[in-house]
């Protein structure tokens, strides 16, 4: 990752001033060197978990019942890639290459929740997860939302936390729709519990 002029940044003195006025950190010339460190680790492991979740997410949608079911995985699919363009645009702003970052960086060097090292084999196991890692991911990005100083990365999940809210909703009310999938739930709990809470709780991410 490439770095800005350490003097084009502020002192950590002039950020606390800042943010004591409760005022928006909105570009990189208002960061300190330990802050932009700081939001380029935490954007990278955001956009490495979106973009990982895709290929994940897809490995079990063609297990899908229907057209219309593939569809909605594939729309799912696509809003998670959505989510990452994002955070890699953000980080892009803040002097990281990108290209290098996405294209060419070994495989174990991406920065992601073990949960998704745990392979999705069947329809049931994508809509059990999604309903799992879409309230994880609520949580963890709502307190973001709430409490970041970073304002292009505020205003960025605006929408995003709207967009999971209803995700939420719609994943769970598919749970409980189905026997099938009730059962299939205590299977796919003991596999993911574990995951999940490291994932939740920040334990657990690739290459910290």
């Given at each position: 990752?490439?770095?800005?002029?350490?003097?084009?940044?502020?002192?950590?003195?002039?950020?606390?001033?800042?943010?004591?006025?409760?005022q928006?950190v909105?570009?990189?010339?208002?960061?300190?060197?330990?802050?932009?460190e700081?939001?380029?680790?935490?954007l990278?492991?955001?956009?490495?978990?979106?973009?990982?979740?895709?290929?994940?997410?897809?490995?079990?949608?063609?297990?899908?019942?229907?057209?219309?079911?593939?569809?909605?995985?594939?729309?799912?699919?696509?809003d998670?890639?959505?989510?990452?363009?994002?955070?890699?645009?953000?980080?892009?702003?803040?002097?990281?290459?990108?290209?290098?970052?996405?294209?060419?960086?070994e495989?174990?060097?991406?920065?992601?929740p073990?949960?998704?090292?745990?392979?999705?084999?069947?329809?049931?196991?994508?809509?059990?997860a999604?309903?799992?890692?879409?309230?994880m991911?609520?949580?963890?990005?709502?307190?973001?939302?709430?409490?970041?100083?970073f304002?292009?990365?505020?205003?960025?999940?605006?929408?995003?936390?709207?967009?999971?809210?209803?995700?939420?909703?719609?994943?769970?009310?598919a749970?409980?729709?189905?026997?099938?999938?009730?059962?299939?739930?205590?299977?796919?709990?003991?596999?993911?519990?574990?995951?999940s809470?490291?994932?939740?709780?920040?334990?657990g991410?690739?290459?910290?």
């Amino acid at each position: 990752m490439t770095s800005p002029p350490v003097e084009a940044l502020q002192s950590e003195e002039a950020l606390l001033g800042r943010i004591r006025k409760q005022q928006l950190v909105e570009s990189i010339e208002h960061m300190s060197p330990i802050y932009v460190e700081g939001m380029k680790r935490i954007l990278t492991v955001s956009a490495d978990t979106e973009l990982i979740s895709a290929p994940a997410y897809y490995h079990a949608a063609v297990h899908a019942p229907s057209l219309n079911a593939f569809g909605s995985a594939i729309a799912i699919i696509q809003d998670e890639l959505g989510h990452a363009h994002i955070a890699y645009r953000l980080l892009r702003d803040l002097g990281v290459d990108t290209e290098q970052l996405i294209f060419e960086r070994e495989p174990r060097d991406f920065k992601y929740p073990y949960a998704f090292d745990v392979p999705l084999e069947s329809w049931v196991e994508l809509l059990v997860a999604n309903a799992f890692y879409d309230r994880m991911g609520y949580v963890l990005l709502s307190d973001i939302y709430k409490n970041t100083t970073f304002g292009p990365w505020k205003r960025a999940l605006v929408k995003w936390t709207r967009k999971r809210r209803s995700t939420c909703v719609t994943a769970n009310r598919a749970c409980a729709s189905s026997t099938r999938i009730r059962v299939g739930m205590k299977h796919c709990r003991r596999r993911w519990i574990g995951c999940s809470y490291s994932a939740s709780s920040g334990v657990g991410c690739q290459t910290p």
